[in-house]
């Protein structure tokens, strides 16, 4: 992320997470190491969406199965 292009209220918002959500006080980071945690931060998201994204492709998948399964034996 660009420093140029953060604005307070994204500066605000970035300091939550890094409070809240990786239980660090973002005013005791050096600007570099405030980054890098944001960007760690970033990762996992990134990573959890592609996880969850997985899990419900299998479940539709396999909830559809048994859908067409208990279809095709009603006629």
Do not use: C
């Not at 420093?3 to 500066?11: A, L, N």
């Not at 605000?12 to 409070?19: L, P, S």
């Not at 980054?35 to 996880?51: G, L």
């Not at 899990?55 to 006629?75: D, I, P, Y």
């Amino acid at each position: 992320m660009d420093p140029e292009d953060v604005t307070g209220r994204q500066i605000e918002k970035i300091d939550a997470v890094i409070q809240v959500g990786m239980g660090i006080d973002p005013d005791t980071l050096s600007e570099e190491d405030w980054a890098k945690h944001y960007q760690q931060w970033v990762y996992v998201q990134e990573v959890t969406a592609k996880n969850n994204e997985a899990v419900l492709r299998k479940v539709l998948a396999e909830l559809l199965t048994e859908v067409f399964k208990t279809l095709g034996k009603r006629k």
